[in-house]
């Protein structure tokens, strides 16, 4: 089958994406169909164990149960013909994973990852390589020891991303790169000899690879790197509510106990706290190494210590942002970063994209404010000063965005500019009514939240799907609304409730009005030089958004028969409030 065609001359410099079809690993069939040989020869192991201890032992092997099937077999002088069976079978299964890898095929082209397998039942996959969402690569241990690797290319949508498992891991590392190259659109100016050289090397061997680090500053072109401190990862994992439940089933046993003097509760309820320490061990040895950088195709993101990930999410991939803080972490002002991603990893892919989905899992505000330098100049900065622009012109246009978010990660009321809940609000937010708000800041709209759980969400202009307004019964009322600023699905939700109705207005024909002349983007070709690009990012679908002043039209019924703040007659309407760049 002929390759189709190339865009620019990145697919050229290496073997794997030069639009033909590869297969993966030749290890690959022992990786995935070892599992099921290793269950088959424990229990084979097991029926022998009596018998192998007898060998060694004799007179140790102890009473013979009836119904062996090994005593049986040799007691009926049919060994030969089982072992034959054995052999037989696992020839058979032999054959059957050697098949399927070959019929395991990939190529990657100027525009698409197609990956095809199956031999019964095919299936064929395809990803297109400018709705890339990120790739990651992730390393389980047994794969890892014998320098294999497996990598994702996240896509939009359910259950749609494509997996290649396995490559070799200096292959899967070069995949990605040349993968991220056609996708960016830029020219590949392919590998140097001397790094060809440098890769076939003695220092890159087999425990090269195993011992080196998750994130190489050099190799991926970082210029920032942010890294978790693994006694602050420890302690932040204790201060959760995790071991508080942990905590409290402990004191419920020991009180059983000494009120009852019986041990039921124990051997109920003692399983789930070994497991919950188990998972304590897991995700701690996953979290070690926690590394945030800024590379010329992303941000890279690199966890784990025996089984590692690490993910390039290419520019405009994020959502939203959420930074966060439960009320454990307060004395020692920690702080968490979320995002939404437009990918779903579903039937059997991946968790790692659902990991991922963390960026900074513990931090403080200093860390926060790196991590957000990182994230926003190509979410928010693009909006304000265009797409075409430089990295540095990128950071001038976020930098109000990064400073309005780090000095009010803990203010309230009307600091920092924000509109919070009016007095009445205390009645549905009886804590949070003063913290509770919105404000605009060139290229995004922030909403910040919660008193008891700290929250400040940041949602690009550029990636707003829509915009809910939505009055209940108590409150229309109070003269309250709530508002939800529509991205993709995710941790993050971009809601704000007991607003003033008008404030609430205000938020609704601002953010999407705003977001109207953010929408320009063409962040699917983030290194392209050479395609002419929007500077300015007013859309030609603008003029369906009506609505006096610029503002989209909304419906009365929200404030009907209410007068609203800033507005006049009690009969006033949505189309009462002036637009966003309406002269007030």
Same mark, same amino acid.
């Given at each position: 089958?002929?390759?189709?065609?190339?865009?620019?001359?990145?697919?050229?410099?290496?073997? *794997?994406?030069?639009?033909?079809?590869?297969?993966?690993?030749?290890?690959?069939?022992?990786?995935?169909? +070892?599992?099921?040989? #290793?269950?088959?020869?424990?229990?084979? @192991?097991?029926?022998?164990?009596?018998?192998?201890?007898?060998?060694?032992?004799? $007179?140790?092997?102890?009473?013979?149960? !009836?119904?062996?099937?090994?005593?049986?077999?040799?007691? =009926? $002088?049919?060994?030969?013909?089982?072992?034959?069976?054995?052999?037989?079978?696992? @020839?058979?299964?032999?054959? *059957?994973?050697?098949?399927?890898?070959?019929?395991?095929?990939?190529?990657?082209?100027?525009?698409?990852?197609?990956? %095809?397998?199956?031999?019964?039942?095919?299936?064929?996959?395809?990803?297109?390589?400018?709705?890339?969402?990120?790739?990651?690569?992730?390393?389980?241990?047994?794969?890892?020891?014998?320098?294999?690797?497996?990598?994702?290319?996240?896509?939009?949508?359910?259950?749609?991303?494509?997996?290649?498992?396995?490559?070799?891991?200096?292959?899967?590392?070069?995949?990605?790169? %040349?993968?991220? #190259?056609?996708?960016?659109?830029?020219?590949?100016?392919?590998?140097?000899?001397?790094?060809?050289?440098?890769?076939?090397?003695?220092?890159?061997?087999?425990?090269?690879?195993?011992?080196?680090?998750?994130?190489?500053?050099?190799?991926?072109?970082?210029?920032?790197?942010?890294?978790?401190?693994?006694?602050? @990862?420890?302690?932040?994992?204790?201060?959760?509510?995790?071991?508080?439940?942990?905590?409290?089933?402990?004191?419920?046993?020991?009180?059983?106990?000494?009120?009852?003097?019986?041990?039921?509760?124990?051997?109920?309820?003692?399983?789930?706290?070994?497991?919950?320490?188990?998972?304590?061990?897991?995700?701690?040895?996953?979290?070690?190494?926690?590394?945030?950088?800024?590379?010329?195709?992303?941000?890279?993101?690199?966890?784990?210590?025996?089984?590692?990930?690490?993910?390039?999410?290419?520019?405009? %991939?994020? =959502?939203?942002?959420?930074?966060?803080?439960?009320?454990?972490?307060?004395?020692?002002?920690?702080?968490?970063?979320?995002?939404?991603?437009?990918?779903?990893?579903?039937?059997?892919?991946?968790?790692?994209?659902?990991?991922?989905?963390?960026?900074?899992?513990?931090?403080?505000?200093?860390?926060?404010?790196?991590?957000?330098?990182?994230?926003?100049?190509?979410?928010?900065?693009?909006? #304000?000063?265009?797409?075409?622009?430089?990295?540095?012109?990128?950071?001038?246009?976020?930098?109000?965005?990064?400073?309005?978010?780090?000095?009010?990660?803990?203010?309230?009321? !009307?600091? $920092?500019?924000?509109?919070?809940?009016?007095?009445? +609000? %205390?009645?549905?937010?009886?804590?949070?009514?003063?913290?509770?708000?919105?404000?605009?800041?060139?290229?995004?709209?922030?909403?910040?939240?919660?008193? #008891?759980?700290?929250?400040?969400?940041?949602?690009?202009?550029?990636?707003?799907?829509?915009?809910?307004?939505?009055?209940?019964?108590?409150?229309?009322?109070?003269?309250?609304?709530?508002?939800?600023?529509?991205?993709?699905?995710?941790?993050?939700?971009?809601?704000? $409730?007991?607003?003033?109705?008008?404030?609430?207005?205000?938020?609704?024909?601002?953010?999407?009005?705003?977001?109207?002349?953010?929408?320009?983007?063409?962040? =699917?070709?983030?290194?392209?030089?050479?395609?002419?690009?929007?500077?300015?990012?007013?859309?030609?679908? =603008?003029?369906?958004?009506?609505?006096?002043?610029?503002?989209?039209?909304?419906?009365?019924?929200?404030?009907?028969?209410?007068?609203?703040?800033?507005?006049?007659?009690?009969?006033?309407?949505?189309?009462?409030?002036?637009?966003?760049?309406?002269?007030?």
């Amino acid at each position: 089958m002929s390759a189709p065609p190339h865009k620019g001359n990145a697919a050229a410099a290496a073997p *794997l994406t030069d639009g033909e079809w590869h297969r993966l690993h030749p290890l690959t069939p022992l990786l995935k169909g +070892g599992i099921f040989l #290793v269950v088959i020869l424990g229990y084979v @192991l097991n029926n022998l164990r009596d018998q192998i201890v007898e060998v060694f032992i004799p $007179g140790s092997g102890g009473p013979q149960e !009836d119904g062996d099937p090994v005593r049986y077999v040799y007691e =009926h $002088g049919v060994v030969g013909w089982v072992l034959l069976g054995i052999a037989v079978l696992l @020839l058979v299964l032999i054959g *059957l994973f050697y098949l399927s890898w070959r019929m395991h095929e990939f190529r990657v082209t100027g525009e698409i990852v197609e990956v %095809r397998s199956g031999v019964v039942f095919r299936t064929h996959r395809k990803a297109r390589l400018d709705r890339i969402q990120g790739i990651n690569i992730s390393r389980p241990l047994i794969p890892r020891l014998f320098g294999t690797a497996k990598l994702e290319v996240a896509q939009a949508g359910n259950d749609a991303n494509v997996q290649l498992a396995y490559l070799g891991a200096k292959a899967a590392d070069d995949l990605r790169q %040349r993968i991220l #190259v056609l996708a960016s659109g830029a020219k590949d100016p392919g590998r140097s000899p001397e790094a060809a050289a440098a890769a076939g090397g003695v220092r890159h061997g087999r425990v090269g690879e195993f011992l080196a680090p998750e994130l190489d500053p050099e190799a991926v072109h970082a210029t920032r790197v942010v890294r978790v401190h693994p006694g602050r @990862l420890i302690a932040s994992m204790l201060l959760s509510g995790t071991t508080v439940v942990i905590l409290l089933l402990v004191v419920a046993i020991i009180v059983s106990i000494s009120l009852t003097g019986r041990y039921f509760l124990l051997v109920s309820l003692f399983p789930a706290v070994i497991g919950a320490g188990g998972y304590y061990v897991r995700k701690f040895s996953k979290s070690l190494r926690y590394t945030i950088a800024e590379t010329r195709d992303g941000i890279r993101i690199g966890f784990g210590l025996f089984s590692t990930s690490n993910e390039t999410l290419p520019p405009g %991939r994020i =959502h939203a942002v959420s930074v966060a803080q439960p009320l454990l972490w307060r004395p020692f002002g920690w702080w968490d970063i979320r995002i939404n991603r437009a990918t779903n990893a579903g039937n059997g892919a991946s968790t790692n994209q659902q990991v991922s989905s963390i960026v900074l899992p513990v931090g403080t505000a200093a860390d926060v404010r790196q991590v957000l330098e990182i994230i926003l100049p190509e979410l928010v900065g693009s909006a #304000v000063v265009g797409p075409a622009a430089s990295m540095e012109r990128m950071r001038e246009g976020s930098a109000e965005a990064v400073g309005v978010v780090d000095d009010s990660l803990t203010t309230s009321g !009307d600091e $920092g500019g924000f509109v919070h809940s009016p007095g009445r +609000g %205390r009645w549905l937010r009886p804590f949070s009514a003063s913290r509770n708000g919105y404000r605009f800041v060139p290229g995004a709209v922030l909403l910040r939240l919660g008193a #008891v759980w700290r929250s400040l969400v940041v949602v690009p202009l550029p990636r707003v799907q829509s915009v809910k307004v939505t009055q209940g019964p108590l409150e229309r009322a109070l003269r309250l609304a709530s508002v939800h600023v529509h991205t993709v699905s995710g941790p993050v939700s971009a809601r704000v $409730g007991a607003l003033d109705a008008g404030d609430a207005q205000r938020l609704w024909s601002g953010t999407t009005e705003r977001a109207v002349e953010a929408a320009a983007d063409t962040s =699917h070709r983030w290194r392209d030089g050479q395609e002419a690009r929007p500077t300015t990012g007013v859309s030609g679908h =603008h003029a369906q958004v009506p609505g006096p002043g610029g503002a989209p039209a909304a419906p009365s019924w929200l404030t009907q028969g209410a007068p609203l703040a800033g507005t006049g007659d009690a009969g006033s309407g949505w189309t009462d409030v002036p637009g966003p760049g309406a002269v007030r």
